[in-house]
């Protein structure tokens, strides 16, 4: 059969039409970009049982191999293959994922709340006592007029708003009911999700890889699952160890406000140990409302704990942190802050928690494949190996003795 297109136009005409469907496909997405965003919308609301469930089983994974490794040691050294091992170790890494979540409700929850409504009583006890001083300062910056009263004005301002939207109330309970209901619902669909991806992960990765052969070449897919297996390993270190040394530091700090007789020790502690989570900005985020709290009921307390944070800080980044994280990141500071910032301001809280091992895999990846380079160029890897200023090039060099040896030969004839 005769081609349409002749062999040396056929390479342009694909190229070609790639571009057209491109641009066919980019306009069509502009078109009904609106409905696009609905249906993706509507799709991960959908699947976010889902997420939360394959996040949930990666937390579990590190205690899941744990277990079965201890499990395959002890009850069952005879049959370390048998289906026990996996029934055991699942059902208890959830277990205690689930124990440790009611626990932390049940002891500290109760203290927070007390905590938190009697700083709502002082911080109210507060602005009464000194509201001819909020007042008259106020004044003098000019942000008020002298005939108005700044804090009743705002106060009568609350009554009036309350009193306009407590036609609300039953729509306000119904969303809330809602959102209780989608709560409750998500976090159940998510433990049954998480059991299962944990109870066939090694089927499930067979699976992977067997599509991964089907759909790659082979040099490509064994590259492929490299780079998947050490991110996997970066990313359940992180996570795993952060969580460890955040719990560290939040006990830490409960101890110390316990010794010390400062206010509000269980709501602190437990601020200071869930921002400790993100990385870098954490111990500012949970210090500094810390100590504006504690600056409202005492201020030897805020100086106290302004000064016991600082220490706390300090240990936990060089002796803490490093013991438990290891070498999980590999990368600079700088290269930390900047991740956190750019992750934050593409996808929110959720890119500010995973912006540190996504941009440590992508150093690694980048890492690899200069290392590379350098080798098929006959240079050293160390970075140690570079401190010298390099050798002047050749062409510079022959212009710079091509230029010493006119002005010698200048010199000559005027000597002579």
Request: positive net charge.
């Amino acid at each position: 059969m005769k081609h349409l297109i002749p062999e040396e136009y056929r390479k342009v005409s694909r190229a070609a039409m790639a571009v057209i469907a491109f641009a066919a496909l980019l306009a069509a997405v502009l078109i009904y970009l609106d409905r696009i965003t609905a249906f993706l919308s509507s799709l991960m609301s959908t699947l976010t049982p889902f997420f939360f469930g394959g996040a949930l089983a990666f937390i579990q994974m590190p205690i899941d191999r744990r277990l079965s490794s201890l499990l395959r040691k002890t009850l069952f050294r005879k049959k370390p293959n048998s289906k026990g091992v996996r029934i055991i170790s699942t059902v208890a890494s959830l277990l205690l994922i689930i124990a440790f979540l009611v626990l932390f409700c049940y002891i500290l929850l109760p203290q927070v709340a007390d905590s938190g409504a009697t700083l709502v009583n002082q911080v109210t006890r507060f602005v009464d006592e000194n509201d001819d001083a909020i007042n008259q300062y106020l004044k003098r910056l000019g942000l008020v007029s002298e005939d108005v009263d700044p804090l009743n004005s705002t106060w009568q301002n609350l009554l009036s708003y309350a009193t306009n939207y407590a036609s609300l109330l039953p729509t306000v309970l119904r969303t809330s009911y809602n959102m209780v209901y989608t709560a409750i619902f998500t976090l159940f669909i998510g433990l049954i999700v998480s059991f299962y991806l944990l109870w066939d992960r090694e089927r499930l990765a067979r699976q992977g890889k067997k599509l991964c052969y089907a759909l790659m070449k082979k040099d490509t897919c064994e590259l492929f699952i490299y780079w998947v297996r050490r991110a996997s390993r970066t990313f359940a270190g992180f996570t795993t160890g952060k969580i460890i040394d955040s719990l560290i530091v939040g006990v830490l700090c409960y101890v110390f406000m316990l010794i010390a007789g400062l206010e509000y020790s269980a709501l602190i502690s437990v601020i200071i140990g869930v921002t400790n989570i993100l990385p870098f900005f954490g111990p500012f985020i949970g210090a500094v409302p810390s100590i504006l709290i504690l600056l409202i009921v005492n201020p030897s307390s805020a100086l106290k704990f302004a000064i016991f944070i600082l220490i706390l800080q300090q240990v936990d980044g060089n002796i803490i942190g490093p013991k438990i994280l290891g070498d999980y990141t590999g990368i600079s500071s700088l290269l930390t802050m900047v991740a956190i910032i750019v992750g934050s301001a593409l996808f929110g809280f959720v890119g500010m928690l995973l912006s540190v091992p996504v941009c440590a895999v992508l150093y690694a990846m980048f890492k690899t494949m200069m290392n590379r380079r350098l080798v098929e160029k006959g240079l050293p890897e160390s970075s140690d190996a570079y401190g010298e200023d390099p050798p002047v090039p050749m062409p510079l060099q022959a212009a710079a003795d091509e230029k010493q040896a006119q002005t010698a030969s200048r010199s000559r004839r005027t000597r002579s």
